[in-house]
């Protein structure tokens, strides 16, 4: 496997339902995020892990649970979620988190919530 | 805070024409990083260009070229010669220096490019 890889790649799940969305990266980088791609709205930044360490939480309800055993998985635990929820959800990486590393990006998770 | 504005929700051109993406960004840092991304219908984001904010040098890369402008606050995005494999939705984001509290990038709304043949 190369680059930033997600699975499941789609998703359905009921309102009451718990599932967890997994990342993996396979370019040695120490940052990992999440972000929420949804149809009227741009790209929203989720969650930020540095060295396993949350460094940004965007007001994310807690209906969304990050977790980061390590640098290169990151998974995303999902309870009880809303049909608003419903969307992409995108992993990325980098080498670090300064603002000059550039981001590289899995193909995403398609979430339905029904 | 910092904001990217791609005005151009969506394109439409003839396979070899040239078509120019617009994007408009704002900050207060005098330090911050542009970046281009494409997103094919497989759905994950491919990174295209870094520009940091002191290097206004346009930059080619075979079809593709940019231009940085900081008088206007843009970073275009121009493809020569356009293929129906460049049909994807482009984003402009922007990342402002804030050390090691967070990569933050600041995702314009996208601009839908369809090339048809």
């Known amino acids: 496997e190369t680059g930033v890889t997600q699975t499941p790649r789609h998703l359905v799940m009921g309102m009451t339902n718990k599932k967890s969305l997994k990342c993996e990266q396979h370019l040695g980088h120490n940052a990992m995020y999440w972000y929420k791609q949804s149809a009227k709205k741009p790209l929203e930044l989720m969650f930020v892990y540095n060295f396993k360490e949350q460094t940004e939480n965007n007001s994310v309800p807690s209906r969304f649970s990050p977790e980061c055993p390590n640098s290169s998985h990151l998974f995303l635990h999902l309870h009880t979620l809303q049909p608003e929820d419903s969307a992409l959800y995108l992993c990325?990486?980098?080498?670090?988190?300064?603002?000059?590393?550039?981001?590289?990006f899995g193909p995403g998770t398609r979430l339905t919530v029904t | 805070a910092q904001k990217v504005t791609q005005a151009q929700t969506e394109i439409s051109v003839v396979e070899k024409e040239d078509v120019t993406l617009d994007c408009v960004y704002e900050t207060r840092d005098t330090t911050y990083y542009l970046f281009w991304y494409k997103q094919p219908p497989s759905g994950e984001l491919v990174f295209l260009i870094r520009?940091?904010?002191?290097?206004?040098q346009n930059e080619i890369s075979g079809r593709y070229s940019w231009n940085f402008q900081k008088s206007t606050s843009s970073f275009n995005f121009t493809i020569t010669a356009s293929q129906v494999v460049d049909s994807a939705v482009y984003f402009c984001a922007l990342s402002e220096a804030r050390g090691n509290a967070g990569n933050m990038l600041t995702f314009g709304g996208g601009t839908r490019l369809m090339v048809k043949p």
């Open positions: 990325a990486s980098s080498l670090g988190v300064t603002s000059s590393y550039e981001q590289y």
């Open positions: 520009r940091n904010s002191f290097d206004e």
